[in-house]
Each structure stands twice: as C-alpha cells, then as structure tokens.
T-cell receptor
Framework: GEDVEQSLFLSVREGDSSVINCTYT??????LYWYKQEPGAGLQLLTY?????DMKQDQRLTVLLNKKDKHLSLRIADTQTGDSAIYFC????????????FGRGTSLIVHP | DAMVIQNPRYQVTQFGKPVTLSCSQT?????MYWYQQKSSQAPKLLFH???????NEADTPDNFQSRRPNTSFCFLDIRSPGLGDAAMYLC?????????????FGPGTRLTVL
C-alpha cells in the first residue's frame, strides 16, 4: 500500500470546519507536513509538526498528531472559498537530508 | 522576495520534439528537485541534485535528463516527449542546513504534447 494515505475528496460548506485526515506507515517519521496546492500552482507549505508534539495551532489551522496510530489531521476553522485547493500530507525523517514522501492529496471543495 | 521561479509557465511541444524547462532560485538552497505531477496524483520525484551530485530515481525514464550549471539554476530536458509526458512539472528546493526537510516549490510548468 501507499506510504502516506489520504482520502481524495472533501466537501464542506463555507463557514464550517474542515478536517483533512492522513495516515502514514513510517514510524521513524520525524516531521509531518501539510502543503496546499491551488489550481495551476505549485505546492505551498502550510505548516509542519515535529513528531514529539501532539498539536500545533496557527491561526485557523490546527494540526493533530496521533503518533501511536500514525494519524495526522489538519483542521481548518471557518472554511472560506479561498481554502478550496488540494491539500497534501507529507512525512520525512528531518535533518535536512531526506526527501519527503507525499500522499496523493485531498481535494477540498468549499461551497456557499 | 526569495523564491523559486519556473519558466515558462505553459509549454506546448510536438510529439518527439525536444523541450527544456527551466528553474531558478534565489534561496541559495543546495538541493534542487524536479517532480512530475499528473492530475489527482502526488508529485512524482524524477531526480534531484545535492549540490552538484545528481541523483536519478530508478523509474525515471531515460528520456528525461537534467542539468544544474550552478547553484541557482536547474534544467529539465525531455529529449523526445510522448503524449504520456504531458503533465505539470514542479521544481523545488531545500537546504541540508535546516532541521526539517521543508521543500519550497515553484509555480510549475504545464507541458502539453500535441
């Protein structure tokens, strides 16, 4: 199976919270990332979490990490139409010398 | 602003006609990557450079080549594009000096093969 798995689609109403989930298999993963890709653009780093953390909050974004279950989630509060994009989960071993492994991406659709 | 720049943003070529995509960066990062991304898929790593050291992924076709003449520039050459090579090509950079493996991506070049 895939090393990093995500569901492919998520549809939410504007103003609601979005939760995008990701599971990974490598227990030695040290850093877990969320990237955002808008249509026709490259990937933009949203946030990352170190593996010894359970939670990280940055404005409307909350990242939760369950290391035991190898489960990562990204919660977007008060989702806006501008949040519509593909969100990629990625993991790496850190230290600056490893290449992140990406999931296939979750397409978030925000409707009025 | 420091950034990763890709030119052109859109490239149309004919079947079998060589094409070169370019990437430049002002981040002074020592690692540069080329990814191929097709619709609804994760970016697929083609190759990367650690400084001048070239690293090819095992399943990257021979049709794809790369050059890195200096720290700032990296090129992707597709010698004989096929219809299956139509995709978005993403350039990324990172630094081995950091504690994370964060990659910084360019906006991509959308390649169309006629």
């Amino acid at each position: 199976g895939e090393d990093v798995e995500q569901s492919l689609f998520l549809s939410v109403r504007e103003g609601d919270s979005s939760v995008i989930n990701c599971t990974y298999t490598d227990s030695s993963s040290t850093y877990l990332y969320w990237y955002k890709q808008e249509p026709g653009a490259g990937l933009q780093l949203l946030t990352y979490i170190f593996s010894n953390m359970d939670m990280k909050q940055d404005q409307r974004l909350t990242v939760l990490l369950n290391k035991k279950d190898k489960h990562l989630s990204l919660r977007i509060a008060d989702t806006q139409t501008g949040d519509s994009a593909i969100y990629f989960c990625a993991e790496s071993m850190g230290g600056g010398s490893y290449i992140p492994t990406f999931g296939r991406g979750t397409s978030l659709i925000v409707h009025p | 602003d420091a950034m990763v720049i890709q030119n052109p943003r859109y490239q149309v070529t004919q079947f079998g006609k060589p094409v070169t995509l370019s990437c430049s960066q002002t981040l002074n990062h020592n690692v540069m990557y080329w990814y191929q991304q097709k619709s609804s898929q994760a970016p697929k790593l083609l190759f990367h450079y650690y400084d001048k050291d070239f690293n090819n992924e095992a399943d990257t076709p021979d049709n794809f080549q790369s050059r890195r003449p200096n720290t700032s520039f990296c090129f992707l050459d597709i010698r004989s594009p096929g219809l299956g090579d139509a995709a978005m090509y993403l350039c990324a950079t990172s630094s081995t000096a950091g504690s994370t493996d964060t990659q910084y991506f360019g906006p991509g070049t959308r390649l169309t093969v006629l």
